[in-house]
């Protein structure tokens, strides 16, 4: 994809936090940056082998949340209750 056609699809990312994130994910090995020698330059990113399997695992992670989010919340819920009511310290 080109910069302005992820920049679109991210909605509310500013120029430069695109940026400074798609060279730290270059470095990393996750995308791959493509260069075309015309006026002015086109540049295209994609991602690598590495950068499609970190995706695959975050997806996986993701659905993994949504499937349990409700116990998630529960828990967060239930512990928040716990130490409301905890005794104070003794000083």
Do not use: C
Not at 6 to 34: F, P
Not at 65 to 70: E, I, K
């Amino acid at each position: 994809m080109r910069f302005s056609e992820l920049r679109r699809l991210l909605d509310g990312i500013t120029q430069k936090m695109l940026t400074q994130t798609l060279r730290a994910l270059e470095r990393d090995g996750l995308v791959h940056r493509t260069v075309y020698p015309t006026v002015p330059p086109r540049v295209e990113y994609g991602l690598t082998d590495l950068g499609v399997e970190a995706g695959r695992l975050t997806s996986a992670i993701g659905a993994w949340s949504v499937v349990h989010a409700q116990q998630i919340l529960t828990a967060r819920q239930n512990f928040d209750e716990q130490a409301a009511t905890a005794p104070e310290p003794l000083r």
